[in-house]
């Protein structure tokens, strides 16, 4: 479980995500049409890893985030 508020998040690339990690509960776009995902970083819930990714409702495109060891940063990636 990882409390995420206020934390900074960039895409795979480093560029930042336009976000809103709130709690468990984090909020951005779709970088593939624009559309709202919500993603939770808690255990076996939507997001949180690659095996169990978050999903855009508008286009289907899969996220999963990874928080960084020293806890300050998440990455999010986008599933091909």
């Known amino acids: ?40 970083m808690l255990d076996h819930r939507r997001g949180e890893s690659s095996s169990n990714p978050s999903e855009c409702r508008a286009c289907g495109c899969r996220f999963w985030l990874e928080l960084d060891e020293r806890k300050e940063l998440l990455t999010l990636h986008r599933m091909r």
């Not at 960039?10 to 951005?28: C, K, M, W």
């Open 1 to 40: 479980m990882a409390t995420i508020t206020g934390f900074k998040c960039i895409d795979e690339e480093s560029y930042p995500v336009l976000s809103d990690p709130h709690g468990n509960n984090i909020a951005f776009r779709c970088s593939g049409c624009g559309g709202p995902v919500l993603a939770v």
